[in-house]
């Protein structure tokens, strides 16, 4: 199947949720008072390499012989001190309506939207969305993606940067969605979406199918995540299954999990990462991120074929009110000499150290 657009499906996604109205009793559900809402967060980060460069280095010429380096994922990535985005959220929901128009300025921010079709772009989401009942809600817009444990926002992960198969997967999805609650335990959603991360509009009439299975109970939550379409012309589908999972195994200890496969005609990456994070006092937490990824052998977004990267990275979280910072090591090895150490010389590893300030409200 070439693209996502036959009426066979079409037919499919709309009449899904007709079928479920019709056969699942819904409750009478109280009115609510619309509400009005507006939130967001600022960053702001200090980073340095421990074993690398952290400033453009010349030879007698006045020739760039070496530049600073950082991993070759997203965000947080510029040496010395930078700024990270300003982010405000402004939201609005009645009983049965409501949008959420998500703005973002700022060197992660513009990251975030990169393949915007305007240089000016500040959106991160904004969409619309219809709630039918408790079990049915219609969405359409651009929204963050599904897929993957970590999110654009740095006020919402615990580590401040970011793993590899979260900067190599979809950033946010345009197009229509379904949610469905099936039970208090069990939900689902279906998707039609333009070629990933093209925030504004859809340059080449292709699109996307996308799915989610969900399960959560009072100790966590976890989501089977499917993408499948064609992301350009003249390019085969790209298929990307993602496991995410999460759960609190006591009052102070929390583990998550996230695997993902990602392939457009034997090219992309897989990768495996936990998140253990204690909580050891009521300001303080520590959490650890240790993650491989193995880019596949016909081709990979990151180092080349048949490269494979593992990186731990050990978080921080100090909060005080709205204020959250977070101290960050983190060691990069990778299975080629993609980096240059302080020497100049080529190496498989760097050691970094970041102090992020975030205050979100």
């Not at 479920?20 to 009115?31: A, C, F, Y």
């Not at 280095?57 to 300003?86: C, L």
């Not at 919402?156 to 590899?164: K, L």
Request: proline content about 4%; charged content about 15%.
């Amino acid at each position: 199947m070439k693209t996502i657009t036959n009426s066979k499906l079409v037919k499919f996604i709309f009449l899904l949720p007709l079928s479920l109205t019709t056969s699942v009793l819904i409750g009478q559900e109280e009115e609510k008072e619309p509400k009005f809402s507006i939130s967001g967060s600022v960053d702001t980060y200090f980073r340095t390499n421990f074993n690398g460069l952290n400033k453009f280095e010349y030879n007698s010429n006045n020739d760039v012989i070496g530049v600073p380096q950082a991993p070759a994922s997203s965000f947080a990535n510029d040496p010395g001190f930078a700024i990270g985005m300003a982010n405000v959220i402004l939201g609005y929901e009645s009983d049965k309506l409501g949008f959420v128009a998500d703005l973002v300025v700022g060197p992660r921010g513009e990251d975030a939207v990169f393949l915007s079709g305007a240089p000016n772009n500040i959106v991160n989401q904004l969409y619309a969305f219809y709630k039918v009942n408790d079990a049915l809600k219609f969405t359409i817009g651009n929204w963050n993606t599904f897929l993957g444990y970590e999110v654009i926002s740095p006020a919402a992960n615990f580590n401040y940067s970011t793993s590899y198969m979260f900067s190599y997967g979809p950033f946010s999805h345009t197009g229509i969605k379904a949610d469905f609650n099936f039970d208090e335990n069990w939900t689902g959603m279906l998707a039609i979406m333009n070629p990933t991360d093209f925030t504004e509009f859809n340059p080449f009439g292709l699109y996307s199918f996308g799915a989610q299975l969900g399960y959560s109970n009072d100790s966590g939550s976890a989501y089977l995540n499917l993408i499948y379409g064609e992301q350009a012309p003249d390019s085969e589908s790209t298929f990307q299954i993602d496991l995410t999972t999460c759960w609190d195994l006591s009052d102070a200890f929390y583990l998550g999990f996230n695997t993902t496969y990602n392939t457009t005609d034997g090219q992309g990456f897989y990768g495996a990462a936990i998140y253990p994070q204690v909580q050891t006092s009521e300001n303080f937490a520590l959490g650890l991120r240790a993650e491989y990824f193995k880019e596949l052998e016909d081709g990979g977004p990151v180092y080349g074929a048949d490269v494979r990267s593992v990186d731990f990275t050990l978080t921080g979280n100090y909060t005080l009110g709205g204020l959250i910072i977070k101290p960050e090591l983190r060691l990069d090895s990778i299975s080629e000499d993609v980096f240059i150490n302080s020497d100049l010389a080529p190496t498989d590893n760097l050691s970094s150290f970041v102090l992020a300030a975030i205050y979100a409200f």
